[in-house]
Protein backbone atom coordinates (compact mmCIF):
# COMPACT_ATOMS: atom_id res chain seq x y z
CA UNK A 1 0.00 0.00 0.00
CA UNK A 2 2.48 2.44 0.60
CA UNK A 3 4.41 1.86 -2.46
CA UNK A 4 0.35 2.53 -4.33
CA UNK A 5 0.46 5.91 -2.83
CA UNK A 6 3.84 7.14 -3.47
CA UNK A 7 3.57 6.42 -7.00
CA UNK A 8 -0.45 6.90 -7.33
CA UNK A 9 0.36 9.73 -9.62
CA UNK A 10 2.51 8.06 -12.23
CA UNK A 11 0.02 5.45 -12.77
CA UNK A 12 -2.28 5.68 -16.45
CA UNK A 13 -2.75 1.54 -16.43
CA UNK A 14 -3.53 -0.84 -13.84
CA UNK A 15 -3.25 -4.39 -13.84
CA UNK A 16 -4.95 -6.58 -11.23
CA UNK A 17 -2.71 -9.43 -9.74
CA UNK A 18 -3.78 -11.40 -6.15
CA UNK A 19 -1.53 -13.71 -5.51
CA UNK A 20 -1.45 -15.89 -2.12
CA UNK A 21 1.24 -16.34 -0.43
CA UNK A 22 1.86 -19.72 1.48
CA UNK A 23 3.75 -17.97 4.67
CA UNK A 24 4.43 -21.40 6.05
CA UNK A 25 5.73 -22.62 3.34
CA UNK A 26 7.92 -20.33 3.21
CA UNK A 27 8.97 -20.24 7.03
CA UNK A 28 9.97 -23.95 6.44
CA UNK A 29 11.69 -24.00 3.36
CA UNK A 30 12.60 -20.16 2.63
CA UNK A 31 11.92 -18.49 -0.84
CA UNK A 32 14.34 -20.01 -2.89
CA UNK A 33 13.21 -23.74 -1.47
CA UNK A 34 12.37 -25.98 -3.83
CA UNK A 35 8.68 -25.52 -2.72
CA UNK A 36 6.08 -23.53 -4.44
CA UNK A 37 4.88 -21.05 -1.79
CA UNK A 38 2.77 -18.38 -4.20
CA UNK A 39 -0.17 -18.59 -5.95
CA UNK A 40 -1.64 -16.27 -8.70
CA UNK A 41 -5.52 -15.79 -8.32
CA UNK A 42 -8.47 -14.21 -10.16
CA UNK A 43 -8.31 -10.96 -8.27
CA UNK A 44 -10.48 -11.20 -4.42
CA UNK A 45 -9.45 -14.72 -3.76
CA UNK A 46 -5.86 -13.89 -2.90
CA UNK A 47 -4.18 -11.87 -0.54
CA UNK A 48 -4.64 -8.01 -1.44
CA UNK A 49 -7.01 -5.91 -0.14
CA UNK A 50 -8.54 -4.84 -2.52
CA UNK A 51 -10.76 -2.08 -0.94
CA UNK A 52 -7.39 -0.25 0.16
CA UNK A 53 -6.26 -1.14 -3.39
CA UNK A 54 -8.74 1.09 -4.78
CA UNK A 55 -9.18 3.53 -2.15
CA UNK A 56 -5.84 4.42 -2.22
CA UNK A 57 -6.03 5.13 -5.91
CA UNK A 58 -8.90 7.03 -5.97
CA UNK A 59 -8.05 9.01 -2.75
CA UNK A 60 -4.80 9.68 -4.77
CA UNK A 61 -6.14 11.01 -7.95
CA UNK A 62 -6.42 8.15 -10.33
CA UNK A 63 -8.70 8.91 -12.96
CA UNK A 64 -10.06 5.21 -13.15
CA UNK A 65 -10.39 2.98 -16.29
CA UNK A 66 -10.57 5.14 -19.77
CA UNK A 67 -12.22 3.57 -23.37
CA UNK A 68 -10.33 3.93 -26.25
CA UNK A 69 -11.80 3.80 -29.41
CA UNK A 70 -10.06 1.13 -31.77
CA UNK A 71 -9.34 1.54 -35.30
CA UNK A 72 -11.63 -0.92 -36.68
Request: hydrophobic share 35%; net charge positive; proline share 6%.
Amino acid sequence: MPQIRKWVDKCFHDHGKDPTVRRDVVREHGIFGAQKFVFMRTPGFGNSNWTNVISDLRLGGYPGVHRHRGLA
